[in-house]
């Protein structure tokens, strides 16, 4: 009796640790069969997908670790990794020569925004997630500033073919053509008509296997104390401030490189819009895959990474087969993105509360059965 | 002996003030390697204090310094930073425990010190970047903790633990750092349950017998017997009686710690007897879960009219017992006032039985920081008596300004209470005349019946007897039954006409205000958990 | 106390005014100033200028004013302000749809709205309760939530009205609908006061917002409002003086629910159209950066800080286009009210005296 009590307990508790995950595979068993999508467009579609997002997904987990919980201002990375691109196709350095180069010129840009996001973090401790959210609006005020009205004049720009035709600042879309999945084509193979882009694969793995060993580190160690409690990091002597900053710069920079696998995937850039939705559909992502505001694995982001982009492939044509409007999918896949982070925070929010009304619970009954026994 | 060598630790002619106020006057203390020191006193009385000077805390050198000099091995050091402190070879436990809760027992004693292993990339990049080793950091753990000799899991994550055992953990850090030569222990077993308490004791030993000097502060008089060579009381910031362990015995040690050679001249002001006055408060079997001030089975009457004073060392429970009635703490038991029973947990309630509660976490609960004199003034009464409000047209009430001015401007006239004017923020007031807003406070209220917790913590000396003149003129003057909580016996016994003592939780006796402070003494360690 | 005083006088005045203000503020303030200056140099019409800051500031006043009550509780910034905005759209849409015209439409618009307003408001305040601390965040997704919910709504419900659907498909809302015939400058024709051809002071709308903050302001003079103050100021002091907290903060998300109901009503009632669908997203940073600007901080806001807040940021709207167009021939001024609005919210987020929440 008892243990089988137990086991629906543990049951209970698998459910409602992995509702968001467990929500969404009900929601993609509904709508493939709805879709009408074939399985073998769905795989393919999948796979172009994990390559092209999951390195973007990964630069959340360490400052989920670090404690500052979801990275919001990861678009900041981004946007660094957009300005290398857009210069590096200035330059018309192309195919492989031209990624790397930009991922050399994103370091830079994206470690200055690094550091000014960290510093401004540390002044708002306790509130990192909203006051990252409102980083990243800011900082793409700054982007289109200076990359409406500083990329000509101040930053020389020399093809006519990006500049917008007044003379100063980009088109609206940069094309990448050049470049287009010049990272993926290299070593794909073939497998029953899915194409596996190899080498993204392997830059996935490298960061997997980087985050896998940064966390056996001295600094993975102290992040993961900074993490759970500043006060007691501090007195043992760990820099904490240095500590969270040095996160959310590796962040910033992983999101670097990560935009620009995404963009050599897509390409081409849409300069203004690109990185504000990234941002959005990374957190989902990995949300989606299970990880929570303060716990986050590499699983989530593969788990995550599939469940929300097959949810992404099916759910406009899905919602097109039931209500005779394509739109409805469209609008349905952001309530869905927007959702499921509200319910993360939430949950978030509601445990920590519960967390501590469990605690005084439990004194009180202990007292309680203190003094029957004196009785 | 003395001759053979400079003994470990020793402190000479230390003096400390906070802000003009004394706080530890000459104290002389010397430590020799291997050997148990208990330091007792009541609380205020500067033990900690002295080891915040001695392990370098911030707060010292923020508070202008301290006078006098602290030799370790016959070398005169000075700290800045308990980092300093560290590096000298001194540790110590607080009574809070500094522990990551996600992290195991043996990332938590080696947190910062991790055994690493370099790699290419550290060597490139700096030495954060270097693997845990893990296999080291094992060892070192395990060595600890055999140090200690108290077994620990060093596996376990500390959010899994029993409370004693996150107290060994934090023992076990001190000891795995290897320069360790003298432990500061701050009240180590208050958490700990009887047996744990003992193996504590015990680790002490085998620790002093591995030529690690201890000096161990608690309110358990007989641990200190049980395990110290050297028993230093203090009081009121002098060291007042040092004696071998062996040649003293628990009654002369609360007889230091609380004995006054001044008692003639601060015996109690007029004390009254209410012996046949009806009881206003009954309390039966009342439990509080206040953190750090738990009260485990209070019974209690209070007598109409009457001041009591409720006293105790700190932690065992005093500060549990007006929280818990006034409902900012869950409680559980039976409350009867005036003879009808008082529903707990809910703080309308008592307000509206007029009660009233002057809280001892002033900045916290007391006070609205930002807002103006007169609004922490009247905001209760407002709220619970519909005072200081203009009906418009019998269905919206309205502040009315005025009333609130002139009621305010009232108790600062009658509290003397230093400030610009009546629309000055909370916040920019000194303590004691923000206690005296929240005197004010109370005493709009027009309460029969008023708690008062910890009337004259942390303010400054004519403050102190302008509360304590206040309250005893309120309860002369409109009859208001009184209970001061407080940690100054010395306060009680000039204000109360009968002073309850809680230990443990529980109320250990209750005296006339006239009796001998000893008498006090021996109660509030008689149930010390 | 004497001491401080001393020190505070021999300050220079300008350390005063920045201590007193903040320096964005001032900054913004006089960069305003500098653009009215500027305009007449650059061949802007003053006048038109002017009518145009005083009409926005019209239209969105009101829904500045909505943030004033879950500040005041300790709510924070209601970043949630969207699902006001819903109950807003559906109050306006029903009453169209209904049939209604002219200023009856109005009136039945925000009679309509009302009791979306509460019923949103209060789960919405339920939820907060739960996850007091986390607020921010969390009406911000909850705000995002819903109207992305609500854009399949304008799809999916039954509206049939002619003027409201697509002409093809006879079924859903278009992102556009004009409210000319309806209530179109209902509030601003009352009393207008013509001043040039096609520009005139809404007085109607003035005195609208003017009566709603006179509620507010005598609101929080009364019992209740004291205590919501009083829970915003410090929650542990309120509730040992009986207040039950929870109760407060549900009447403050309740009142800022149906605020910004009113609010949307009041704009589209200015601007003529309804904006439906996405665009609904695009008033919540405007509003909580106007009140911030005007002087707000995360946990006080007072009327003066609506009125301030919302004519000097619609004043860099307006202007910022108008004048910068003119003078280098660039219009910068979306860039500049994305860095301004943005960056003055996180001013308010990371400022240390702000206390912890």
Known sequence: MKTKHSFQSKVGQLVRDNSVPIMFILICAVCIPLSGFSPSYLLNEIVTRMGRNTFLILCLIIPIIAGLGLNFAMTLGAMAGEIALILVSDWQIWGIPGVVLAMIISIPISILLGLLCGKILNRAKGREMITSYFISFFMNGVYQLVVLYMMGPIIPIVHDSIKLPRGYGIRNTVSLLNMRQAVDNLLAINIGGVKIPVLTFLFIAALCLFLIWFRRTKLGQDMRAVGQNMDVARDAGINVDRTRIVSVLISTVVAGFGMILYLQNMGNISTYSSHSQIGMFSIAALLVGGASVEKASIGNAFLGVTLFHLMFIVAPSAGAQVTGDSMTGEYFRVFVSYGVIAIALVMYEAKKRRAKSNASRLLAEAQKQGKEERA | ?529 | MEHSATIDTRRSTFQVLIRRFGLPRLIIAGFLLLLFIMAPFVGANLTVQILNVINRFSWNAVLVLALVPMIHSGCGLNFGVPLGIVAGLLGGTLSIELGFEGVPSFIMAIVLATPFALLLGTGYGALLNKIKGGEMMITTYVGLSAISFMCMMWLLLPYSSPTMVYGLSGSGLRPTISVEGFYDQVLAGFLEIPVTADQSIPTGTLLFFALLAFLMWAFLHTKTGTAMTAVGSNPSFARASGINVDRMRLLSVIMSTWLAAIGILVYQQGFGFIQLYTAPNNLTLPTVAAILIGGASINKASIPNVIIGTILFQGIVTMTPTVLNSMIHMDMSEVIRIIVSNGMILYALTRKTEGLR
């Open chain 2, 1 to 529: 002996m003395e001759k053979n060598s400079a003994p470990l630790l020793e402190m000479r002619n230390i003096k400390k003030d906070f802000f003009g106020n004394q706080v530890l006057t000459d104290i002389n203390l010397t430590l020799r390697e291997g050997e148990v020191l208990g330091l007792v006193g009541e609380n205020g009385a500067g033990k900690s204090t002295l080891m915040k000077i001695l392990f370098g805390m911030d707060v010292i050198r923020e508070t202008g310094g301290y006078e006098g000099d602290i030799l370790l091995n016959g070398e005169k050091v000075k700290f800045s930073t308990p980092f300093d402190a560290l590096e000298a070879g001194i540790g110590m436990v607080h009574q809070e425990f500094s522990l990551i809760p996600g992290f195991t027992a043996t990332e938590n004693i080696l947190l910062n010190r991790e055994p690493t292993k370099t790699n290419v990339i550290s060597q490139i990049f700096g030495s954060r970047l270097s693997t845990l080793d893990r296999k080291g950091m094992d060892r070192r753990a395990q060595d600890a903790i055999e140090k200690m000799g108290v077994k620990i899991d060093p596996h376990m994550v500390i959010g899994d633990m029993p409370v004693g055992h996150k107290q060994f953990t934090e023992i076990a850090r001190e000891l795995s750092k290897e320069q360790l030569k003298l432990l500061i222990l701050d009240e180590p077993t208050a958490v700990l349950t009887e047996q744990e308490a003992e193996a504590l004791l015990n680790s002490i030993r085998s620790m002093a017998s591995r030529g690690i000097s201890v000096i161990f502060i608690t309110h358990r008089l007989h641990e200190i017997l049980a395990v110290c060579d050297k028993v230093v009381i203090m009081r009121d910031g002098y060291v007042v009686k040092e004696s071998p362990a062996k040649e003293i015995d628990v009654p002369e040690i609360t007889h230091w710690m609380v004995g006054r050679e001044v008692d003639a001249v601060a015996a109690p002001a007029e004390p009254r007897s209410h012996e046949g006055a009806k009881n206003i408060l009954s309390v039966r079997n009342l439990w509080v879960d206040m953190p750090g001030e738990t009260v485990r089975n209070v019974n209690l009457d209070v007598k109409e009219g009457e001041i009591l004073g409720i006293g105790g060392l700190a932690g065992q429970g005093k500060l549990g017992i007006p929280n818990g009635i006034m409902g900012l703490y869950e409680a559980g038991g039976t409350v009867e006032f005036g003879g009808k029973s008082l529903p707990l947990n809910t703080p309308r309630a008592c307000l509206d039985a007029s009660l009233a509660f002057v809280s001892e976490d002033r900045r916290g609960v007391g006070l609205l920081l930002d807002e103006s004199l007169e609004w922490n003034v009247a905001f209760s009464a407002m709220q619970i008596h519909n005072k200081f409000l203009k009906n418009i047209g019998g269905i919206i009430k309205w502040r009315d300004e005025r009333a609130i001015h002139k009621v305010t401007e009232q108790y600062i006239e009658e509290l003397m209470i230093k400030c610009t004017s009546s629309r000055q923020k909370a916040r920019e007031l000194s303590g004691g005349n923000q206690q005296k807003i929240c005197l004010a406070k109370a005493f709009a209220l027009q309460p029969k019946f008023l708690f008062v917790s910890e009337p004259t913590r942390g303010i400054d000396v004519g403050a102190k007897a302008l509360v304590l003149e206040a309250l005893r003129k309120f309860n002369r003057e409109n009859g208001v039954t009184i209970v001061v909580i407080s940690s100054e016996l010395e306060e009680l016994r000039q204000t109360c006409d009968r002073i309850a003592i809680v230990s443990g939780g529980e109320i250990a006796g209750i005296l006339p205000a006239t009796r001998a402070a000893e008498e006090f003494g021996m109660l509030m360690v008689s149930k010390v958990k």
